[in-house]
């Protein structure tokens, strides 16, 4: 063993010699080999047997990932079973994100449905009431696209200043995933919609009977009865065995656990589309059917959560951009809070309704840095700053907060949630 251990030195010795013209110029790379057991030891897991394929007959990450969670605060909400946990946007890259990371939002826990007894009623104002089993969904022409899922009040607690430090928890009320499931509008056709028929109400089947009024146009349009997330079952916690997905719409009115769908010709004004899901103006009175999601966009890293590590020199940008009106054709972003904007780099599918990566790289000096980012869609919608949203709406809302948020790197590479005017 003590000669297999020289003869790995001295050849990663002449490796290390042999690239080092590649890096420089460059602030990044590995140091010298010499003197790191980490290159030049042959690890523990070089030396054994691991297990074998069916130790894990499902698969989870490795225990070094741990960290890697969803997140909740705690005095957000009253009760765990009527609350919130945050995607960890910092630890993730790309545009999909893993089943076990998607938020959660849920007003009475999380519903467990045995599919054998899952039923989706559609009644009201159409030709023949349906009902459909999980067998029944199963057999119509099915689709898969990947669209965000954001809740109105994600980034709701910094209208008033910035208050929450990390972009888990101010922007972590979002998901990105391929959805597979049926049209809505094959089931809505089977049914035969009336001629006053203008709404539907889908109903969840958790205690708290989620309900939200949809226009028949949206319904009909590019809603999915989904039933599978990323090539596998809905998870509980989104709504297994089907969900209503309403691309571009703010989350609460993509009804988990779905059981039924009436046909109206007004909207029935529930409890979360009056006193919840509704913008308070400064003068007191609401904004209402403010369903789609504005663009908007924030860095990832460097964040509060994930600070720099390595110091001055090269460093690399990233965030994700969305617009629920379509795709994301511009990100600028700047590193010394407005004075000067660089467009960024955006890497990947550029999907209609969907998550989109950027990423911008730079040399930093070591000094303080403002990081901002700022989206624009395909509609020609600019990412609007904080200020400019409460001269328009004032403080007063919790939801639909898609302002420009900022960062602050201090020498050490930590960052902070702050505001520049």
């Known amino acids: 063993m003590a000669d297999l251990k020289q003869n790995r030195r001295n050849f990663l010795k002449g490796t290390a010699l042999a690239g080092g013209a590649l890096l420089a110029g460059r602030a990044t790379g590995a140091a010298a080999a010499e003197g790191d057991p980490a290159i030049l030891d042959i690890q523990p897991w070089a030396q054994q047997l ?14 070094h990932e741990k960290h890697v969670v969803r997140r909740s605060v705690e005095w957000l909400t009253a009760d765990p079973v009527s609350s919130v946990n945050f995607t960890p946007l910092h630890e993730l890259d790309g545009i999909i994100t893993p089943n076990g990371l998607c938020f959660e939002r849920h007003h009475a826990g999380i519903a467990e449905v045995e599919p054998s007894k899952f039923r ?16 029944d969904l199963k057999r119509y022409p099915r689709v898969n696209k990947m669209f965000f899922l954001e809740c109105a009040a994600n980034s709701g607690m910094e209208w008033r200043g910035s208050q929450l430090n990390g972009c888990q928890y101010t922007h972590g009320m979002i998901h990105n995933v391929m959805y597979t499931g049926v049209p809505l509008k094959y089931l809505l056709e089977e049914a035969g919609l009336k001629t006053n028929a203008k709404w539907i109400m889908p109903e969840g089947a958790d205690a708290s009977a989620m309900t939200r009024s949809i ?3 949206k319904a009909l349009d590019d809603c999915i009865v989904a039933f599978m997330m990323n090539g596998e079952a809905l998870r509980p916690e989104q709504g297994y065995p089907a969900r209503l997905v309403v691309p571009g719409w703010e989350g609460n009115m993509w009804v988990k656990w779905l059981r039924r769908i009436e046909v109206g010709d007004e909207p029935w004004h529930h409890r979360e589309e009056t006193s919840k ?13 403010t ?7 924030v860095i990832t890293n460097p964040s509060p959560q994930a600070p720099i590590p390595h110091g001055k020199g090269h460093t690399i940008l990233s965030g994700v951009a969305w617009s629920g009106r379509g795709t994301i054709t511009h990100v600028d972003v700047t ?3 407005g004075k000067n904007w660089h467009a960024a780099r955006i890497d990947g599918p550029s999907l209609d309704k969907s998550m989109h990566r950027f990423y911008y790289e730079f040399d930093w000096d070591g000094k303080p840095l403002l990081l901002q980012s700022r989206a624009v869609d395909s509609t020609g919608y600019i990412q609007p ?3 400019a949203l409460r001269a328009v709406r004032g403080e007063n809302s919790i939801y ?6 900022t960062w602050y790197v201090n020498a050490n590479g930590e960052a902070e949630n702050v505001e520049v005017s």
């Open 120 to 135: 989706l009623m559609i009644n009201g104002l159409v030709d023949k009431p349906l009902v459909f089993t999980m067998e």
């Open 50 to 63: 691991g297990e074998g394929v069916d130790a894990r007959p499902y698969g989870y990450p490795s225990p």
């Open 291 to 297: 369903w789609e999601m504005d663009a908007k966009s």
């Open 385 to 387: 700053t904080k200020d």
């Open 335 to 337: 590193i010394d809070g």
């Open 400 to 405: 639909h907060n898609n302002g420009i948020q």
């Open 277 to 289: 899901y509704t913008d308070l103006m400064e003068n007191g009175k609401a904004r209402r059917f």
């Open 215 to 217: 226009p028949v146009f």
